[in-house]
Nanobody
């Protein structure tokens, strides 16, 4: 069974940084799509960044480009999200999600294509 464990959230002032981690277990395939999503109170869940091992592509939501950076450690089966220049509007619960399916690039930002989800980690950015 695939399990995802997200961690690293916390409270930070605007302009600060945090690094989130997502450790995967029970994952035995070489090709996968993994993503970070976030959900703020009263808002829909949105994709923040995603990585596919199929072509090594990493992409970001426009709202975080240049501030957030996704990286992977295959040996540790861990995905990181380095978040810099944080803003109050980045406040949300952050989730990692993964699928073993091959997903077209246009669909990788859709929550519905992911089969496994972590429990979420809360990020709070004060102004």
């Amino acid at each position: 069974e695939v399990q995802l464990q997200a961690s690293g959230g916390g409270f930070v002032q605007a302009g600060g940084s945090l690094r989130l981690s997502c450790a995967a277990s029970g994952f035995g395939v070489d090709e996968y799509l993994i993503a970070w999503f976030r959900q703020a109170p009263g808002k829909e869940r949105e994709a923040v960044s995603w990585f596919t091992s199929e072509d090594g592509d990493i992409d970001y939501a426009d709202s975080v480009k240049g501030r957030f950076f996704l990286s992977t450690d295959n040996a540790k089966k861990t995905v990181y999200l380095q978040m810099n220049s944080l803003r109050p509007e980045d406040t949300a619960i952050y989730y990692c999600a993964v699928t073993e399916r091959v997903v077209h690039a246009d669909a990788r930002r859709l929550a519905g294509v992911y089969d496994y989800w972590g429990q979420g980690t809360l990020v709070t950015v004060s102004s």
